[in-house]
């Protein structure tokens, strides 16, 4: 009898490793992932934070002498409400309500900054023998105390406002006698509504109320000393 024909069928091995085979895919895999990272990179915007600054102006019109050369003043650090105590600057949307801008901020926190200029605007006024925000070896004889309630950008009517709230004390250390008691609020519309605009509303705002600041002190002083000398 013939031989019966076999039917079992050499199947190709495919899947054995060729190692040119990879180094050949490599390069290419390689092009293709730093090519996807580049096109990452192109549509992706950095976003760069602003910060603003309040700053007030040169006094120009100070006394030659000093007016009160016998006293001194202790410039205490200003309290600020909590909400706005940080860099971060508030909007207040409703009356209760604040958020907080991601990319606008405070170059330097609120207390510092106007710890700084109430200190600088008063010791260029030559109203006292020296201001200072402490004194170490004795005493001084008044001390000026400051509160901020707000410092916040308002949104209103689709328009947007730079608020001011604060108030000044002047005390008399010895006694604990206030002198002067100078609330300010202030609230101005934003034409471009814009963060830098709002720092330089609020910067010409301080810098009436320091030269009011200054008057009322100096009137102050001035009346104090005159009710303690007739009364010798």
């Known amino acids: 009898m013939p031989p019966v024909p076999s039917y079992k069928t050499q199947i190709p091995n495919t899947m054995k490793h060729t190692p040119n085979a990879s180094i050949k895919i490599l390069p290419g895999l390689l092009l293709l992932v730093l090519t996807l990272s580049l096109g990452a990179c192109r549509s992706s915007t950095t976003l760069v934070k602003q910060y603003y600054l309040l700053e007030t102006e040169t006094v120009t019109d100070s ?3 000093l007016r009160f050369p016998h006293l001194q ?5 200003p309290e600020v409400a909590p909400a706005f105590a940080t860099e971060a600057i508030a909007l207040r949307d409703q009356s209760h309500q604040l958020r907080y801008f991601e990319n606008h ?3 330097v926190r609120p207390a510092a900054n106007l710890h700084h200029l109430i200190v600088t605007h008063l010791s260029s006024a030559h109203l006292f023998q020296r201001v200072a925000e402490r004194f170490w070896q004795q005493r001084a004889a008044y001390r000026l105390e400051t509160r901020v309630q707000r410092l916040d950008v308002e949104k209103r009517d689709k328009a947007l406002y730079a608020v001011l709230q604060l108030d000044f004390s002047l005390i008399e250390t010895a ?3 206030t002198l002067l008691k100078q609330p300010v609020k202030s609230e101005e519309r934003l034409q471009d509504r814009d963060l830098n605009t709002m720092a330089a509303a609020l910067s010409r705002v301080l810098t009436e109320e320091m030269k009011r600041l200054t008057r009322d002190i100096e009137e102050a002083l001035a009346a104090q000393e005159e009710s303690k000398t007739s009364g010798r």
């Open 105 to 107: 901020r405070w170059a």
């Open 175 to 177: 006694g604990g006698q």
């Open 73 to 77: 003043l202790e410039v205490a650090a």
């Open 63 to 65: 006394l030659v002498d």
